[in-house]
């Protein structure tokens, strides 16, 4: 009710909620204003880990839903986080052997974020690992595929 007040007086647009089933994915929800430019689709990937959380997913759309390419992405993605998360584990021992890190010991996949890029017409996407008492963060960006960047906070 507040919302809508706010809205009514201070010409703040309603935030409106659509929501999806995919068969892969499962219950997709989209959160947006009428004013937005840029939709984002997300949802939630059950980890294939044994006491895991879920994964928090974010995929580049419209309205009608996420666009195609980047749908398609995370159905790839999702079929092979194991071998991504090993692909990260390699990069990040050949880069920083001094930092010791052990993904699957000390950290958890939390958030996978996928971009469609317009002018290649392709899906990009960013992997955000966390330690259980979220003190440390790896920021990790595939570009074309490749690991194009890895971050520590």
Do not use: H
């Not at 899906?123 to 194009?148: H, K, L, P, Q």
């Amino acid at each position: 009710m507040l919302q809508f007040l706010k809205s009514l007086f201070a010409g703040e647009p309603l935030k409106q909620v659509k929501i999806i089933m995919d068969s892969k994915l499962g219950k997709l929800t989209c959160d947006y204003k009428s004013s937005d430019e840029y939709f984002s689709w997300d949802g939630k990937v059950k980890s294939k880990t044994k006491g895991v959380k879920s994964i928090a997913l974010s995929i580049d759309g419209d309205l009608n839903g996420p666009y195609p390419v980047a749908l398609q992405k995370a159905y790839q993605i999702v079929d092979t986080i194991p071998d991504l998360n090993y692909k990260v584990q390699q990069e990040i021992d050949l880069k920083f052997p001094e930092k010791q890190i052990n993904l699957s010991r000390d950290f958890r996949l939390d958030d996978i974020s996928i971009y469609f890029d317009e002018e290649t017409n392709d899906a990009d996407f960013d992997f955000e690992y966390y330690t259980e008492d979220n003190s440390i963060m790896v920021s990790v960006e595939f570009v074309n595929g490749a690991i194009e960047t890895i971050d520590f906070y």
